[in-house]
């Protein structure tokens, strides 16, 4: 079993920029496809980026394509989410998640989440 915890979000201002960590314990997180998901209030969870565990091929919503991009630090067992010129409809609780089975857009498909990180960009 893999233990996720994220860090570095916060306050940024548009335009401004982040990076995401998602530490895994227990398990190399190389072993599992890894999305980053994120929430805003009254939405529901939405895929942002994932990358494949096997091909590292990835995938980014088109809301992000562009300034967003996903990576992994396999000696790290750390995957990375660096977030460029951010919006103030990125604001969310973003969440990494993992599994073995395909990567998808869909929540019900990862069965190990990181507690999530808030992140807030002012306009």
């Known amino acids: 079993q893999v233990q996720l915890v994220e860090s570095g979000g916060g306050l940024v201002q548009a335009g401004g920029s982040l990076r995401l960590s998602c530490a895994a314990s227990g398990r190399s997180l190389s072993n599992y496809n890894v999305g980053w998901f994120r929430q805003a209030p009254g939405k529901e969870r939405e895929l942002v980026t994932g990358?494949?565990?096997?091909?590292?091929?990835?995938y980014y919503a088109d809301s992000v394509k562009g300034r967003f991009t996903i990576s992994r630090d396999n000696a790290e067992n750390t995957v990375y989410l660096q977030m460029n010129s951010l919006k103030p409809e990125d604001t969310a609780v973003y969440y990494c998640?993992?599994?073995?089975?395909?990567?998808?857009?869909?929540?019900?498909?990862?069965?190990?989440w990181g507690q999530g990180t808030q992140v807030t960009v002012s306009s």
């Open positions: 998640a993992a599994d073995v089975r395909a990567l998808g857009v869909s929540p019900s498909l990862y069965n190990y």
């Open positions: 990358i494949r565990r096997i091909s590292g091929t990835t």
